[in-house]
């Protein structure tokens, strides 16, 4: 079964930490792995990673790959309160667009 | 991206009664999904609204419960059936388009049912 871990459930951080988001994944043909920020209701696209090693790079927001260790990780440096939120990894399926979510890792960042 | 609106926001309604959820998106898009959001749970997709044809559900999601329309390639409904407490959740359509594997959300329906 298809499945997409993510790690930790919740951290607590203060202004100006980095944090690491971890997340593994299990899909079966795997076709991309993709990261949202959920503040309320509605998920906002962060990054969709393909290819293994290659970072994309928003602001303060990286992510990379690896699809050797079917891994994905977020880096958040110098966080802002404004960063508190829960943040979803999701595999996506090639042919079908279907994702498969991770339950996410709840974040909240103390001024 | 595309800009997706859903109504209603939120709402709360009495157990055996059914609720209709509105997506609308400002461009045509070719793909429209239903996701589901229970809480503390992550998101479940419900079905993919497919354009004139019939919506295609996802295992444990049957279209007697879940009646989903598209009649165009920029809006869809999703309504919830004979209510239970177990159908409060968030719910979300997302869209994508033409050969991108990237779905945006809208801003999601709180449901609370009584």
């Known amino acids: 079964e298809d499945k997409v871990v993510q790690s930790p459930l919740s951290l607590v951080v203060h202004e100006g930490d980095t944090v690491t988001l971890n997340c593994s994944y299990e899909v079966t043909n795997f076709r991309s792995l993709l990261w949202y920020k959920q503040e309320k209701k509605a998920p906002t696209f962060l990054f969709m990673l393909t290819s293994s090693g290659i970072e994309k790079k928003s602001g303060r927001l990286s992510s990379i790959l690896d699809k050797k260790e079917l891994f994905s990780i977020l880096n958040i440096t110098a966080t802002q309160t404004g960063d508190s939120a829960v943040y979803l990894c999701a595999g996506s399926t090639s042919g079908t667009y279907k994702y498969i979510f991770g339950t996410g890792t709840r974040l909240k960042v103390l001024a | 991206s595309a800009v997706i609106s859903q109504k209603p926001s939120r709402d709360i309604c009495q157990r055996g009664t059914s609720l209709t959820i509105q997506c609308q998106v400002d461009?045509?898009?070719?793909?429209m999904f239903w996701y589901r959001q229970q809480p503390g749970q992550s998101l479940t997709l419900i079905a993919t609204?497919?354009?004139?044809?019939?919506?295609?559900?996802e295992s444990g999601f049957v279209i007697d419960k879940f009646p989903i329309s598209r009649p165009n390639l920029t809006f869809s409904t999703l309504t919830v059936s004979n209510m239970s407490p177990e159908d409060s959740s968030i719910y979300l359509c997302?869209?994508?388009?033409?050969?991108?594997?990237?779905?945006?959300f809208g801003p999601g329906t709180r449901l609370t049912v009584l």
């Open positions: 997302s869209v994508a388009g033409d050969g991108t594997d990237t779905q945006y």
């Open positions: 461009s045509q898009v070719t793909m």
């Open positions: 609204a497919n354009q004139g044809s019939e919506a295609t559900y």
